[in-house]
């Protein structure tokens, strides 16, 4: 999806607005499936006394599993990005700028980047998910399951060992 920002680099004032569905069918992109609908993209590019500024919203349903109890994930999610467009570069420093020489902007593989690096490293089903019991495999968000889950120095799990043998 190629935007035209050719004008709008001209004119002082003008703004350009957008709203598109980008397809979540590349599995490259979306390793394990976490964007589970069409993601749409709501936006708008401002030309403001010639700083040129994009501003959008990625909508999609959210769908994965919880990285501690394995329950299923299901939520919608609203991105919001904000980019400043620029034709060159005006200094080597200025990176976190988008440079668009000719002036087109290929949303759609901005948006997947920006997604991407939106995207949850760890997904949890609630802050205070207490996940799963590590003896047990017992969901601990449904209730407790009375093992004895205190950790154990490996130097004295040998010997509780010896211990319970001598009872
Ligand atoms: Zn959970
Ligand atoms: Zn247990």
């Known amino acids: 999806m190629l935007l035209n920002l050719r004008q709008l680099f001209l004119e002082e004032g003008k703004s350009v607005s957008f709203s598109e569905t980008m397809p979540n069918t590349d599995e490259e992109l979306w390793p394990g499936h976490p964007v589970a609908s069409p993601i749409r993209l709501t936006g708008e590019v401002n030309n403001r006394a010639g700083i040129v500024t994009l501003t959008y919203t990625a909508a999609f349903r959210f769908h994965s599993q919880c990285d501690r109890c394995c329950a299923e994930v299901d939520r919608q999610e609203n991105y919001r990005f904000t980019h400043v467009l620029l034709q060159q570069l005006e200094n080597e420093d200025d990176d976190g700028y988008i440079v668009i020489p000719d002036g087109t902007l290929e949303l759609f593989g901005l948006a997947s980047a920006d997604i991407s ?46 211990l319970e043998k001598d009872k």
Do not use: H, M
């Open 117 to 162: 690096l939106e995207l949850p490293t760890k997904v949890l089903c609630s802050e205070d998910c207490k996940g799963l019991c590590p003896v047990c495999g017992k969901n601990l968000n449904e209730g407790s399951c009375g093992c004895q889950t205190k950790e154990v120095d490996p130097r004295f799990a040998k010997l509780l060992t010896l």
